[in-house]
């Protein structure tokens, strides 16, 4: 069993992700902790804010990531299939994208307001590199369908790298928060360059054309309850911070958002395992194979890091504190354990609800959408403290992972 689970896909693949991914949450991790050092507690709640902001701006891309992987791994290699789906989606992407970002450009006076930004140019900048994070997702996508794993980390390792010492660069130069937001959009220049270059140079050894008869409503028909997936999942991962921005005080709002970053590095440790679940999943599904020991043993895994997590930031919270962000965030200490509860649940919620569209039970959906619906509603009635935000977003991710597990359960009784 051990030898058939170190020469497996799954492995071999968690393993290459897992490297790429170690590489990107320690610049994403360096880059949080050199700008919560050079910037604040009060910049440095802004700065959250609005990479906040990018999370919503790049749902469509996540509902279109899911699809795109599932119809990329279901083409079982053929590249001319794929190559030509990639030349056909690419084209109606840019259109669509470039309407939606062009209204949303007119819209930066009232996301500034929101924000309390301090000049509309920063939301500009945030805006214009979701645009092209849009173009890098799909790129990753198409890697991650076609198991090219290496490719896959390489792009996500070029973009946070480039952010973490773009960004240092330009806020020690005295740019400040200026700075630190406009290496969003040079790191994901570089991602998408990069990862464009490779797939088009495939594209062009496979002497591909664009097929006219690609069937878009299948497409679409899937794309529809994932959107709904990625708007409920990014309400639920970062929400909160855009609403700790609004509610409270500055300095507050700084501590929670270095206490969010401290409980997003659990999730960041188990995003390996679901990128390698789903295509693998879905695959053997397609292939009419036996699926579930994937999901099984990607569920353990996930389990295991999040407990671990979870143990050391409850007994330590300081020491871990004091690495991430230095004494003046020590203050945050007694909230950490109850952070690492919340994406203890969420991590696991995740895994579930991708390996349900993976398998194409996309209805679940709906425990997502009350559940970003129950949060918000939530923070609008408790937003007095960091504990009552806290204490809402515990409540709702321990009942959402409850309710996905319990309709896995019915589902595995079914198939007996």
Known sequence: MIKNILVSKFFRGSLIVMLGSVLVNISNYLY??????????????????????????????????????????????????????????????????????T????????????????????AIIVIISSFLSIFVSFNQSVFQGLFQFSWFSLTGV???????????????????????????????????????LILLNEAKKAKVRINRSIRSKRIISYIVPALLFNLSFTSLYSVDIILARYFLPAIESGYYSALSVMGKSMFFAITPFASVMFPLVSRK?????????VFVFSFVAVLAVCVAIVIAYTLTPEFFINIFYGVKYLPIGQYLSIFAYIFLFFSLAHLLMNYFFSINKTKVVAFYVIAAVAQAIG??????????????SLFVVFFLFVALSLQYLANEKKKL
């Open 32 to 101: 949080h902790l050199f700008m919560g050092r050079l910037l604040g507690p009060v910049d440095y709640g802004l700065l959250s804010s609005l990479i906040a902001l990018t999370y919503f701006l790049g749902v469509p891309a996540g509902a279109m990531n899911l699809q795109i992987v599932k119809y990329v791994s279901q083409e079982k290699g053929d590249k001319n299939k794929i190559f030509s789906f990639y030349l056909w989606f690419i084209k109606k992407l840019f259109i669509v994208s470039l309407v939606i970002f």
């Open 103 to 122: 209204l949303l450009l007119v819209a930066t006076p009232w996301f500034s307001g929101v924000l309390k930004a301090t000049t509309p140019w920063l």
């Open 158 to 196: 070029s973009q946070y790298g480039s952010k973490l010492l773009v960004g240092v660069i330009l806020v020690l130069l005295g740019t400040r928060i200026f700075g630190a937001v406009f290496s969003l959009f040079i790191s994901a220049l570089i991602a998408l360059l990069l990862s464009s």
């Open 285 to 293: 599904q397609a292939e009419k194979k036996n699926y579930r020991n």
């Open 379 to 392: 923070f609008f009635i408790m937003h007095d403290s960091i504990i009552q935000f806290a204490q809402v």
